[in-house]
Nanobody
Framework: QVQLVESGGGLVQAGGSLRLSCAASGSIFSINAMGWYRQAPGKQRELVAAITSGGSTNYADSVKGRFTISREIAKNTVYLQMSSLKPEDTAVYFC???????????????WGQGTQVTVSS
C-alpha cells in the first residue's frame, strides 16, 4: 500500500504565503515525478507544478515566478512554496507521485487526499 499525505493548506490573505508538503509512504520501490495539481469549484483539475527525480521542474504559466516546487528524495517528500497568493489560487491542492512498488512494476500515479487553500481578497 502507498499513501500520500499532504499538509500545509489553510486560509491566507492575498499577497501572503503558504507551504504545502506531501510525504509518500508505504511499499515504495522508486518514485519518478512528483507534483501538485489543483481543482477549484466547477473547474477541472489542473497541473500546478511538477518535479522529476532529476530535479527538472515544470510550472503552470499562472504560477510561474510565485510558486516553487522542491523535493527531498530521501524523505519521499515534495513541497510547494506558494508566495504572492491571489484569490484565484483558491482551490483544493492534490499531491501526485509516479511510484513503482517493486522492481517488476511500472510506475503508476498515486494521489493524496487533497488540502484546501483559500486566499481571501
Amino acid at each position: 500500500q502507498v499513501q500520500l499525505v499532504e499538509s500545509g493548506g489553510g486560509l491566507v490573505q492575498a499577497g501572503g504565503s503558504l507551504r504545502l508538503s506531501c510525504a509518500a509512504s508505504g511499499s515504495i520501490f522508486s518514485i519518478n515525478a512528483m507534483g501538485w495539481y489543483r481543482q477549484a469549484p466547477g473547474k477541472q483539475r489542473e497541473l500546478v507544478a511538477a518535479i522529476t527525480s532529476g530535479g527538472s521542474t515544470n510550472y503552470a504559466d499562472s504560477v510561474k515566478g510565485r510558486f516553487t516546487i522542491s523535493r527531498e528524495i530521501a524523505k519521499n517528500t515534495v513541497y510547494l512554496q506558494m508566495s504572492s497568493l491571489k484569490p484565484e489560487d483558491t482551490a483544493v491542492y492534490f499531491c501526485n507521485a509516479q511510484i513503482a512498488t517493486s522492481y517488476r512494476d511500472y510506475e503508476r500515479d498515486y494521489w493524496g487526499q487533497g488540502t484546501q487553500v483559500t486566499v481571501s481578497s
